[in-house]
């Protein structure tokens, strides 16, 4: 599960495309680890949420033990960690399974 910013100047959602900290772009992980999970089918993208701040949802659902991938695209967001609207610790936790 990944959580990226589109506004982030540190990671940013495209990736740093060379240099001494070249990397890859948000989604272009998502794909490798898709390819990585042995998961099939298509990278399902839909609205998560609407209101500030926009976030989509990018996932594969169809994954070998239940490794799912997903990448919340939070736009115009920041290199922080959300908490407000988006709580990136309530998605953790679900991810995770560990809630109680």
């Known amino acids: 599960m990944m959580i990226n910013g589109t506004a982030d100047s540190v990671l940013p959602f495209n990736g740093i ?3 001494s900290f070249a990397t890859k772009g948000a989604y272009e992980t998502l794909v490798m680890w898709k390819n990585r999970n042995g998961c099939v089918g298509n990278i399902d993208s839909e609205t ?3 209101s500030s701040p926009r976030t989509i949802l990018h996932q594969v659902k169809v994954c070998p033990e239940n490794a799912d ?3 919340y695209e939070i ?12 709580s990136a610790p309530a998605l953790l936790v679900e991810y995770f399974g560990l809630n109680r």
């Open 17 to 19: 495309p060379s240099g």
């Open 48 to 50: 998560y949420r609407a």
């Open 69 to 71: 991938v997903r990448l």
């Open 75 to 86: 736009g115009n967001g920041p290199h922080i960690w959300p908490r407000e609207g988006l």
